[in-house]
């Protein structure tokens, strides 16, 4: 192999490298993105249980399967300070109302 065509073989493969990478980014930021709104859901787990399925308590509402739209409601009612609450109304105004939306599409996409 001559050092231009080492040079050569060198190259297409970083080419062909980077277009793997390339490649993978929209997957990752994808999985990434989907990691980042289930960290926000976990959030929400002490009281409403792993994926929203609730606590056999009653007090606390399920979320799982739940209308996001009605959860945006409530979730905006308790950051407004419309709706009473122990606690949902502090936790709520930490929320900005993308997080809101994308909590609340995810509670509504899982099982009951």
Known sequence: MTPTSAFAARVR???????LALGAAPALAQDAQALYVKALAATCANCHGTF???ID??????LA???????VAQMQAF?????????M?????GFSDEQIQQIAAY???QKK
């Open 79 to 87: 950051k407004k300070g419309e709706r009473p609450a122990t606690v």
């Open 57 to 62: 308590t009653g007090e606390v509402p399920a």
């Open 65 to 71: 399967g739940m209308p996001a739209t009605y959860m």
């Open 107 to 109: 509670f509504a996409a």
């Open 13 to 19: 493969r970083a080419g062909w490298v980077l277009g």
């Open 89 to 93: 109304h502090q936790l709520a105004k």
């Open 52 to 54: 929203g399925r609730g």
